[in-house]
């Protein structure tokens, strides 16, 4: 199997996109925590979604880091803001939970790879 993106640049890419993403909304709509606003549902967990798979496809080695990644950035996000969040044990399980359902697209972009990968093998090639 041959990765395309270095695994330094899957976990930079997957720790901004939470993160940024998580401040990006926050800021957008007036709310203290992004997961408030309906955008946080609409279009920033179908994007991470994307990315997630994407970065699965390109660096398929142990793509469960790149499901969870994004929402652990998010949790130090939010932690930083609000470091005497009551709720903040909770908040890192539905964090948990988002990573757990980001595992369908990882899997989806790693099995896309390796299927594609068959058919770009040469028999007889030795890359």
């Given at each position: 199997?041959?990765?395309?993106?270095?695994?330094?640049?899957?976990?930079?890419?997957?720790?901004?996109?939470?993160?940024?993403?998580?401040?990006?909304?926050?800021?957008?709509?007036?709310?203290?925590?992004?997961?408030?606003?309906?955008?946080?549902?609409?279009?920033?967990?179908?994007?991470?979604?994307?990315?997630?798979?994407?970065?699965?496809?390109?660096?398929?080695?142990?793509?469960?880091?790149?499901?969870?990644?994004?929402?652990?950035?998010?949790?130090?996000?939010?932690?930083?803001?609000?470091?005497?969040?009551?709720?903040?044990?909770l908040g890192l399980?539905?964090?948990?939970?988002?990573?757990?359902?980001?595992?369908?697209?990882?899997?989806?972009?790693?099995?896309?790879?390796?299927?594609?990968?068959?058919?770009?093998?040469?028999?007889?090639?030795?890359?």
């Amino acid at each position: 199997m041959r990765t395309t993106l270095s695994p330094k640049w899957a976990y930079t890419i997957s720790a901004l996109v939470g993160s940024t993403g998580w401040i990006a909304i926050s800021q957008i709509t007036g709310r203290r925590e992004a997961w408030d606003s309906e955008l946080y549902f609409s279009w920033f967990l179908p994007s991470v979604a994307l990315v997630v798979g994407g970065l699965a496809y390109f660096a398929p080695e142990r793509v469960w880091r790149w499901a969870f990644v994004p929402f652990g950035a998010q949790a130090v996000v939010a932690f930083l803001q609000n470091p005497g969040a009551n709720l903040l044990p909770l908040g890192l399980i539905v964090f948990a939970f988002y990573g757990a359902l980001c595992l369908v697209p990882a899997w989806a972009g790693e099995r896309l790879s390796r299927w594609l990968d068959r058919f770009r093998t040469v028999p007889g090639n030795t890359r």
